[in-house]
């Protein structure tokens, strides 16, 4: 039986040791999509994809902090202020994707946003919760991709630039290949890196503004993407006419991942994930405390203990003896 893909790490801990990674389906990263998505969108979507993993097909809709989005996003060089956040959300709504699927011998294609709903208005921003859904059709290929990319969430995060971020989901793709290439053309590069159309025709230019750039940022930081890369113009003629990628991995990445498919523990990493819901019920449990707070408090707590069955109700839990025995804050 085939493994499928899972996240590993924890996105809402910014660590060297143990990075967090997401797999994104190759066609969120290259195929059809369009509107007026940014990229620190790309980077929103990705994260609250790793965050709320074990929720899809679950539970329809999402609620997670901004004030703690945002710090994760400070963490790794972004903006203090929160209201990025909820423009990003509205953004993702209006960018479509075309992706296909199947129902037996058939095959179809799809069209949906990046998130199907979030709630964004003055009353979810007073309460600081961004609510969302990622559309129902979308999740068993977030689930299931065939082909991915596996996105470590932090070194995303740090990337500059929409240019660079695509280009690293880009090689992403092609790091865990038996011959870990990617060779494009011209034409399909600058699709896929949304280069403006009639922007930097000549592949000097091209080259100059956008790939240099986007592999100068990518290959500073070898131990957060994972790999160094290789540029090498392929030319048809005279003219430059593809470009081929070559990706080695760094010596801690593959020892990481030879130590994890050696292991009898399953491919992602053995964190204490709560769903995003149960903040709801930690704040009944603990009227007036900061559940945040208590969150880190508890996973302190639990370090070196045994794994719970049921995480979300142990730390219910233990915001209700906390509660009890001190009191309001």
């Not at 809709?61 to 996003?73: D, G, P, Y």
């Not at 503004?209 to 048809?236: C, H, T, Y």
């Not at 405390?289 to 070196?304: H, I, S, T």
Request: glycine share 6%; hydrophobic share 40%.
């Amino acid at each position: 039986m085939r493994k499928l893909p899972v996240p590993t790490g924890n996105p809402w801990k910014v660590t060297d040791n143990d990075p967090a990674t997401v797999p994104v389906p190759l066609p969120v990263v290259i195929v059809g999509i369009t509107g007026p998505y940014t990229e620190r969108d790309r980077k929103l979507w990705a994260f609250l994809l790793a965050a709320v993993w074990d929720e899809l097909g679950t539970k329809p809709i999402h609620e997670l902090s901004v004030t703690k989005i945002n710090q994760i996003f400070r963490e790794t060089g972004g903006d203090h202020n929160t209201a990025w956040v909820w423009d990003a959300a509205k953004r993702l709504v209006e960018t479509k994707i075309i992706f296909e699927t199947s129902d037996g011998d058939e095959r179809y294609e799809g069209i949906a946003s990046l998130l199907s709903a979030a709630a964004v208005g003055t009353k979810a921003r007073e309460t600081g919760f961004l609510r969302f859904e990622f559309p129902a059709m979308l999740i068993p290929i977030l689930k299931d991709p065939r082909r991915f990319s596996r996105l470590r969430v932090h070194f995303l995060l740090k990337l500059s630039g929409k240019y660079a971020v695509t280009l690293y989901e880009l090689l992403e793709s092609a790091a865990n290949k038996k011959d870990p290439t990617l060779t494009a053309s011209l034409d399909d590069l600058r699709q896929w890196l949304k280069v403006p159309e009639g922007s930097f025709k000549l592949y000097g230019d091209f080259r100059r503004w956008v790939i240099e750039p986007a592999l100068k940022q990518i290959n500073k930081d070898p131990s957060g993407a994972g790999f160094r890369v290789d540029m090498k113009p392929i030319k048809k003629g005279r003219a430059v006419d593809r470009i081929r990628f070559t990706l080695q991995k760094t010596d801690d990445r593959a020892r990481m991942e030879s130590d994890l498919k050696n292991s009898e523990m399953p491919l992602f990493a053995d964190t204490l994930r709560l769903s995003t819901v149960v903040f709801e019920k930690a704040r009944e449990a603990a009227p007036g405390w900061d559940v945040y707070a208590l969150e880190q408090e508890w996973r302190e707590w639990m370090a070196g203990k045994q794994k719970p069955d049921k995480p979300d109700q142990a730390f219910i839990g233990f915001c209700r003896q906390k509660h009890k025995k001190e009191g309001r804050p």
